[in-house]
């Protein structure tokens, strides 16, 4: 069936999500049905004013009528803006979350009503509507002309282009949507049905490249390679000549040409404009933990079939290599494990393109970051993947390296003829760079190899003559001898790689060997980025100062003295605190500031020993004068709205501000109960979201400074509990890279009462999310549930998710943690719902110590659990469900699992199966049940036989006895008060012993059943 708001197969638990919605509106409907519109008003605002929870309901389930009722929508959306007191902020962050986790699963009334939510929000103005148009925006997919995602860019579009003052006010809407819809006019070219919607998107982009051109700068160098690939349009061939001609029409600070915008620094943000969240997650997958290097064929295969095999998504293989490049950086620790690497997924990659337009465009995508390469901006990880792609299909698939060591050769005077220099200059640093960080040790045995061709090694030694020689051994020795010496942090035994599209498999029958014959065993050397002190430049700002603000800038560039700088750093916040501040200057400033404090975000934040002094003085820097400045005004000050959107724009060109305001506001003693001034920085930001900013800065600090990270973070699970606790997000950051010590030091955090890091109502969604976490990561996250004080109850739904072969991280966890409970029904209706598999024995192993522990109990719950699932008709016991919505318990799964314990305690003293409530409860069933389960579960009855047969006198019992043919296959009779006593009082050891049974007939077995 379906729900009304997302589709959903009979398979599929009922969403969460959705059922909180729709109770919402159960609410909102309950409330209003029946008055008049004034009644109806007064209701909801009456219950909106009760509390927090009665508002988020009141507003939840009107925003669920806009999307279920399109009839209602107006007057719902009325009655929102009516009765939200938080400035729509629910509803906006349940856009994002149904946007980026349910889009796909919307129905398509819903999608469409959604779109017409964005639309109303966008003419109101709503603030954070910018946020909401970009989550929609991302879920435009690139490669992809279905009806539905043309639907979507072109409603997107026209939101846009309607609202064209209101997208003006936003530097990085404008540079998002440009960027977006720059890639989707390469998908919508050449088709008839499209023309129309290629016209509107080539106008809106030209117009807002022509007014706000310096906005899109902050796309970066890959602003160029998008509009190559449109520049045969008229409109953006007049473009591409002001750009090379002309510059200053575009903008009177573009003065430098083409080289200006190719030496910007990529913001990486833009690179998953175009890749879908799910999307996203599959590549994550593939280049984190879940996937070991050899095992990926049946993922890519299912890739390759969901988002690549049609004709128009070839374009999407450029939009997965620059976001692999660009945004999937994985830690030292995961490069050095055995997990998927990058060169292999865009090895693979390369392989599926099937024209050659889309082949020359992908190279262009691995090697583009390599053409203004620069060691001081750009990293190491943007270049890696190409170089290894490279070196690892030499010996597998040479014709791969000969292709791509070719086009490097040839993009350096075929790229643009006028900065041929330049390009030359970067893949030279690219090189020399790859050289230096030890990702190879030397090149010539990829460059003068003699796998290529004759031609291709002469043109390599021509263009790079340095790199074609070195103390290498000689190139006629195998290339994985010639290279052992180099980091190589992705190779394992099996580098013999095979990524073609006719079979995409690792070969791994064939192990590298030695001189000597043994295995050659490969050491991991972290990357480590050399810090390198450049001279501060900020000349080519200070001609857009007046000039005090320059010669305090001047005089702050010459003194070198923390305490002197400071003092300078209080006089230019003085100065700009003035009244006749000229605003236009505040982005200049930020330059300048940048450019001067760069220094400080080299290095770790927290002092190695943490004392107040320590503390005091590591919060001495000039930088954080404005910080101090802000927590000693008033909210409602002019001066404070101007510090934050100074710190908006240090923001925008140096992230790391963000955690050190974090650090700032912990740490220094004049920011004590002032945490919540990084909320008013979040908004102030052009993200303008606080949930998305606090991930962001995490997410920089902890690649950054994982001691910071753990330092902070008691105080942002205390101070944004609702953007920390509802979902995994910040944990999986955190416990992807502490160690033991600091998981420690977390433990003890929760234990003392200073950090809370699961509640309730989410924990057991976190817990869920972390079943796809690495194993470390996963015990980490179990040890910190473990810390808090949260009944078991509520996470035992967990185990309706876990599987035996796929989580045993989790199983074990909440194994050790069952045997320290007493078994409560609830409980052990989630145990029995397990399937039963020959290899599971966690429900026998819990069922087992709970009889040694609380037989009694166990015993209730069981025979009240066999009767409730024998009272209804078997046809129903498949579709009833408990109270988690995900258990679902059948009558065959209870006799399964009792059968197996029967098996587990045969040859122990414990007596559970002589209790009455379990043998009562098995003739009940016994009764009831057909002749199948019957005959599968005879061993399992002729227990209740046995109890039936000791109420009649002791001459007919044995009489019965020997007449019944399932009494005389079971041997297992319930125990004597003697036998009772022993097995009560022993230990589980002795439950182990054979049992010893004077009633033993001779020549039976101890257990003796036909399934034994």
């Known amino acids: 069936g379906k729900g009304r708001l997302l589709f959903s197969t009979s398979l599929d638990a009922k969403d969460e999500l959705e059922e909180r919605l729709e109770k919402c509106m159960g609410i909102v409907t309950s409330l209003t049905s029946g008055l008049s519109e004034r009644e109806a008003n007064d209701a909801l605002n009456a219950h909106v004013c009760k509390g927090a929870q009665q508002h988020e309901e009141i507003c939840l389930g009107l925003f669920t009528l806009i999307l279920m009722e399109p009839s209602q929508a107006q007057k719902c959306y009325r009655d929102l803006t009516l009765v939200s007191r938080d400035g729509m902020n629910i509803v906006l962050i349940k856009i994002n979350q149904i946007l980026m986790e349910k889009y796909l699963k919307l129905q398509d009334t819903c999608r469409t009503q959604l779109v017409w939510l964005v639309r109303e929000l966008v003419k109101s103005a709503v603030l954070g509507a910018d946020g909401v148009c970009m989550t929609l925006m991302k879920q435009i997919a690139g490669g992809d002309v279905t009806p539905k995602n043309i639907w979507l860019a072109e409603n997107v ?44 998107e080539v106008e809106f982009c030209i117009s807002l490249l022509r007014e706000r051109f310096m906005e899109c700068f902050m796309i970066g160098r890959d602003l160029v390679r998008l509009l190559q690939n449109v520049a045969r349009i008229p409109e953006f061939d007049l473009l591409w000549r002001d750009i090379l001609h002309n510059p200053q029409a575009l903008s009177p600070q573009f003065t430098d040409q083409l080289l200006y915008v190719q030496q910007g620094l990529n913001i990486f943000f833009f690179f998953s404009c175009l890749i879908t969240s799910d999307a996203q997650l599959l590549l994550f997958f593939f280049c984190f933990p879940q996937v070991r290097f050899g095992n990926q064929k049946r993922y890519q295969d299912w890739f390759q079939k969901q988002y690549l095999s049609t004709p128009d998504s070839q374009s999407l293989r450029c939009d997965l290599i620059r976001y692999i490049c660009g945004v999937v950086h994985p830690s030292n620790e995961v490069l050095s494990s055995d997990i998927l690497p990058r060169w292999a997924i865009i090895g693979w990659l390369l392989t599926t393109c099937t024209s050659n337009v889309a082949a020359s465009n992908a190279k262009l995508a691995l090697f583009y970051d390599w053409l203004f390469f620069s060691p001081e901006k750009d990293s190491i990880m943007n270049i890696e993947p190409a170089v290894l792609v490279m070196h690892h299909s030499m010996k597998p698939h040479p014709a791969i390296t000969a292709t791509l060591l070719d086009f490097m050769c040839r993009i350096i005077p075929n790229f643009y003829v006028p900065l041929e220099a330049y390009v030359r200059q970067g893949v030279f640093n690219s090189l020399t760079h790859i050289v230096e960080k030890r990702v190879l040790a030397h090149l010539a045995p990829l460059f003068d190899n003699p796998k290529l061709d004759k031609e291709l090694r002469a043109m390599l030694r021509e263009k790079f003559p340095e790199f074609c020689s070195s103390l290498s051994p000689p190139v006629e020795v195998k290339i994985e001898e010639a290279v052992s010496m180099e980091m190589d942090n992705h190779v394992t035994d099996k580098d013999d790689s095979c990524y073609d599209n006719t079979e995409a498999a690792f070969s791994d029958d064939e192990e590298e060997l030695n001189s000597k014959g043994k295995k050659r065993e490969f050491r991991f050397h972290p990357i480590k980025e050399a810090i390198i002190e450049e001279p501060v430049d900020i000349t080519p700002y200070l001609d857009q100062l007046d000039e005090t603000l320059k010669e305090k800038l001047l005089q702050m560039q010459k003194v070198s003295d923390t305490e002197a700088q400071c003092e300078v750093m209080q006089e230019i916040v003085e100065l700009m605190l003035e009244d006749d501040f000229d605003s236009e200057q505040m982005v200049t400033v930020a330059s300048c500031l940048v450019e001067l404090f760069k220094s400080h975000f080299r290095g770790e934040v927290l002092p190695d020993e943490i004392t107040e002094e320590s503390l005091e003085e590591s919060v001495g820097k000039p930088l954080y004068l404005i910080f101090r400045n802000i927590c000693q005004m008033q909210e409602d000050n002019s001066g404070f709205s101007l510090l934050l959107d100074l710190l908006s724009e240090l923001y925008q060109k140096q992230p790391k501000i963000g955690y050190h305001l974090l650090y700032y506001l912990k740490a220094s003693k004049a920011a004590a109960g002032k945490m919540n001034l990084y909320e008013s920085f979040a908004q102030a930001t052009q993200l303008g979201d606080l949930h998305t900013c606090l991930m962001m800065d995490m997410k920089a600090c902890q690649e950054d400074d994982v001691r910071l990270l753990c330092y902070l973070t008691p105080s942002i699970y205390t101070e944004f509990p609702d953007e920390t606790l509802r979902s995994g997000e910040l944990l999986n950051m955190i416990v992807a890279v502490i160690d033991s010590a600091q998981l420690q030091e977390l433990v003890c955090h929760v234990m003392m009462g200073n950090l809370v890091m699961f509640r309730k109502d989410s924990v057991l969604n976190i817990l869920i999310q972390s079943l796809e976490w690495e194993t470390f990561e996963q015990y980490c996250t179990w040890q910190l549930f473990l810390a808090h004080n949260i009944p078991l109850e509520t996470i035992i739904p967990i185990l309706q998710h876990l599987k035996y072969k796929e989580h045993p991280e989790a199983l074990s966890c909440l194994l050790l943690q069952l045997r320290r409970e007493k078994p409560i029904e609830e409980m052990v209706k989630m145990v029995l719902s397990r399937p039963c598999h020959p290899d599971d024995q966690f429900t026998t192993s819990i069922l087992r110590h709970w009889c040694l522990k609380h037989d009694d109990l166990l015993a209730e719950h069981i025979k009240s659990l066999l009767i409730k699932n024998n009272s209804l008709p078997r046809k129903r016991q498949s579709l009833r469900s408990s109270s988690s919505k995900l258990a679902q318990l059948t009558l065959e799964q209870i006799l399964e699992h009792l059968d197996n314990l029967r098996l587990n305690l045969a040859n122990t003293k414990q007596n559970f199966f002589a209790q009455t409530p379990i043998l009562q409860a098995l003739q009940h069933v016994q009764a009831s049940c057909d002749e199948a389960h019957k005959m599968r579960f005879s061993d ?38 003697e036998e009772e006593s022993a097995s009560t009082s022993g230990s589980e050891e002795e439950d182990t012993k ?13 257990v003796g059943s036909d399934s034994d």
Do not use: C
């Open 157 to 200: 579009l026209d939101v846009l282009m309607e609202q064209r003052e209101w997208v003006m006010k936003s530097g990085i809407l404008i540079s998002m949507t440009v960027y977006t819809y720059l890639r989707l006019i390469v998908d919508h070219r050449g088709s008839a049905q499209l023309l129309s919607l290629q016209e509107k």
């Open 940 to 977: 399992l009855f002729s227990l209740a036989e046995e109890y039936e047969d000791s109420t009649k006198p002791p001459k007919s019992r044995r009489k019965a006895a020997m007449s019944s043919p399932r009494s005389r296959k079971n041997t297992t009779q319930p125990a004597s008060n």
């Open 994 to 1006: 054979p049992k010893a049974t004077k009633r033993k007939r001779k020549g039976s077995s101890a």
